[in-house]
């Protein structure tokens, strides 16, 4: 069982940064293709960005890249997402994700285990 755990999220303006941690098992930091994914009200989740278990490969929806940047430092267990430049419509609950395959990265159903979420609001 891989357990993960979110955090890091809150209030901030439009503009401003926030940086989300996901606090991993060990073995899921250094063998598992990390996600983390969105889920806007009433919506599905949808996918944010991704990082292969070599931290070689990332991947970002158009909506987010250039704007947020996934990192993992395995000595400490933990995937991160600096998020800057934050717009109103990047509100939305925030979730890390575990999966096997770097190839099915963007799809819910590439992930085995997932976080509680951590709830981001950006508001004036």
């Known amino acids: 069982q891989v357990q993960l755990v979110e955090s890091g999220g809150g209030l901030v303006q439009p503009g401003g940064s926030l940086t989300l941690s996901c606090a991993t098992s060990r073995r899921a930091a250094r063998n598992y293709t990390m996600g983390w994914f969105r889920q806007f009200p009433g919506k599905e989740r949808e996918f944010v960005t991704a990082?292969?278990?070599?931290?070689?490969?990332?991947d970002y929806d158009d909506s987010v890249r250039g704007r947020f940047t996934i990192s993992r430092e395995k000595n400490e267990n933990t995937i991160y997402l600096q998020m800057n430049s934050l717009k109103l419509e990047d509100t939305a609950v925030y979730y890390c994700?575990?999966?096997?395959?770097?190839?099915?990265?963007?799809?819910?159903?590439?992930?085995?285990?997932w976080g509680q979420g951590t709830p981001v609001t950006v508001s004036p």
């Open positions: 990082i292969s278990w070599s931290g070689d490969n990332r």
């Open positions: 994700a575990a999966g096997v395959s770097y190839t099915r990265r963007r799809r819910e159903t590439g992930y085995l285990y």
